[in-house]
């Protein structure tokens, strides 16, 4: 039994509260900058719905600003609880392994000022999480959940010319987290086989359940009213790319795949435009213009526009204006941009790497690359935008694949998770 480690009854088979760990990103962060993305989407609509299913969350995550309010209640049943670690600054992720020792001792503090038990289950997401949920999982005597959303290991062997290894600290802290949490969420089959090849994760251990979309508000509308909202001619051949302008994600790559593509049809040079919407994260901070610079230099800045994160309306028009979204990411544990593109009924052009020939079927709602090369892009993306009949086809079947993933399929999954780790024999026993 590890050190520290409550001991207690543990007969509960549903959790009434969950104590949801997100250190480094708020799920009340705008996705696209910084270091919100996907994640945040992840932890604020999967806790909305267990919400909806009788599970309250309480969110713990660490405070950027002295005006942020202790406690936001985002619906009835899910809490975001800013906690105090470090100064009120967005700090690198490189600097938050110092605040974790502060951030561990207030998210203790919360459960304390309640009767013992307030919490049922600890599910953390992201490593630096699993480093708090693995002391407040002992402490309280209750099962440990994660969700890695990305992997070091993985990362580390797709690494973007020029961006930065992850560092040892992360590999250690991902293998301890591995080690003792007692359900490992992953989102596709790939991340569930990389858990168990790279990091030793027992079989048991293991539960895949895919993030979702809101089918919603990404749904099929009128492209030509959403080109009209955003300024984007009617005749436009628009290629877009959405996220974090940062190596990882690779939005150079659709850069250089614009000047190939061009060689194979001069003729779209008058209509091309091709969107970036995303802001610099990571290692793309410390070089902001790096990509205006790109498309100068490649002799096309006159065909891309740049733009700031879009809340989700806007970002929905975004992929209705679209003919083709790109994902060209060197890894990607899933891919929501994809998800979201199709359920709005554009096809997606994406490289074939981790989680992505999950999210997109090839050949049916989009087409994936096994290349880095920009030829190898532009040859896909001459296909959608030159065959209409293909792109047509891939179309429709877009919005179907994407049916397949919503957050209350995503909400049951946890919950069945949940339900598993306390329910485990072995748990009765140690705690």
């Known amino acids: 039994m590890p050190v520290g480690r409550a001991v207690v009854p543990f007969s509960r088979s549903r959790p009434r509260r969950v104590a949801t760990l997100s250190v480094h990103t708020s799920p009340l962060d705008q996705p696209g ?43 009835p049943g899910v809490l975001v609880r800013h906690v105090v670690a470090g100064p009120y600054e967005g700090l690198a992720k490189a600097d938050l392994p110092a605040q974790l020792c502060a951030f561990s001792a207030e998210v203790l503090r919360v459960e304390a000022q309640h ?26 005597g209750v099962p440990l959940v994660h969700s890695a959303h990305t992997l070091a290991k993985v990362k580390n062997a797709a690494l973007a010319d020029g961006d930065t290894p992850e ?35 027992r079989e048991d251990q293991v539960v895949t359940v895919p993030p979702g979309v809101d089918l919603e508000l ?5 492209a030509s009213a959403a080109r009209t909202r955003l300024g984007v001619p009617p005749d436009a051949v628009v290629l877009l790319f959405v996220g974090r302008i940062q190596p990882l994600k690779a939005p150079d790559l659709l850069l250089r795949a614009v000047p190939p593509l061009l060689e194979r049809v001069p003729e779209l040079r008058r209509r091309l435009r091709v969107l970036v919407v995303g802001g610099p994260s990571g290692t793309g901070l410390d070089r ?17 526009r740049f733009e700031p994160p879009a809340a989700p309306d806007r970002l929905a028009d975004f992929y209705r204006a679209a003919d083709v ?8 544990s899933f891919g929501l941009v994809a998800i979201e593109s199709q359920a709005c009924g554009t096809p997606v ?17 989009g087409l994936l690359v096994d290349s880095r090369a920009p030829e190898a892009f532009a040859a896909a993306l001459e296909r959608v935008v030159t065959e209409p009949g293909l792109r047509a086809r891939l179309s429709r079947n877009a919005r179907a694949h994407a049916e397949r993933f919503s957050w209350e399929r995503t909400a049951d999954g946890l919950l069945a998770a949940y339900r598993e780790a306390l329910v485990r024999p072995e748990l009765a026993v140690a705690r």
């Open 325 to 332: 979204t790109v994902v060209p990411s060197h890894s990607e």
């Open 288 to 304: 902001p213009e790096a990509l205006h610079t790109l498309a100068a230099s490649l002799g096309i800045a006159d065909l891309v």
């Open 115 to 140: 009767e013992a038990g307030h919490y049922d289950l600890v599910h953390s997401h992201y490593w630096l999480s699993g480093e708090v949920g693995r002391v407040a999982a002992a402490r309280w």
């Open 33 to 75: 900058t910084g270091d919100a993305g996907g994640m945040n989407v992840y932890v604020l609509e999967a806790s909305r719905r267990l919400a909806e299913l009788g599970v309250a969350v309480d969110v713990f995550t660490r405070a950027t600003s002295s005006a942020l309010p202790p406690v936001v209640e985002v619906t």
């Open 349 to 365: 052009v994406a490289a074939a790497v981790g989680g992505l020939p999950t999210a997109v079927r090839d050949g049916v709602s």
């Open 167 to 201: 560092p040892l600290g992360r590999l250690v802290g991902e293998d301890r987290t591995v080690a003792e949490a007692d359900r490992l969420v992953a989102s596709t089959p790939d991340e569930a086989r990389q858990l168990r090849e790279l990091y030793g994760a």
């Open 218 to 222: 990404f749904r099929l509308a009128d």
